[in-house]
């Protein structure tokens, strides 16, 4: 059974800086993408950033410049450094991450997500 247990979520101000953390746990073989997508009432989920195992990393345009994704494929891990936030950052932010497991395929895996919240 793998899982993704994101934290670092919270209240902070405009301005202000989070950093989220993800760990995915279980039998995992292998990671391929590890991601990080959110979603604001009302509106659909949304990709943030995304890192393949290589190190290449991709950004929406609404953060770039702002966010950070990082890994360390150790402690199969992902990271979002989230700087200059803005309201319109707040959402629940999700990790997910495509992994090699005991079912023998690559698979999509979901955390349950933790809430952002920017607001003065």
């Known amino acids: 059974q793998v899982q993704l247990v994101e934290s670092g979520g919270g209240l902070v101000q405009p301005g202000g800086s989070l950093r989220l953390s993800c760990v995915a746990s279980?039998?995992?073989?292998?990671?391929?993408?590890m991601d990080w997508y959110r979603q604001a009432p009302g509106k659909q989920r949304e990709l943030v950033a995304s890192s393949a195992t290589g190190g290449s990393t991709n950004y929406a345009d609404f953060v770039k410049g702002r966010f950070t994704i990082s890994r360390d494929n150790a402690k199969n891990t992902v990271y979002l450094q989230m700087n200059s936030l803005k309201p319109e950052d707040t959402a629940v932010y999700y990790c997910n991450a495509n992994i090699l497991s005991a079912r023998l395929q690559f698979l999509d895996y979901w955390g349950q997500g933790t809430q952002v919240t920017v607001s003065s």
């Open positions: 279980g039998v995992i073989f292998s990671i391929d993408t």
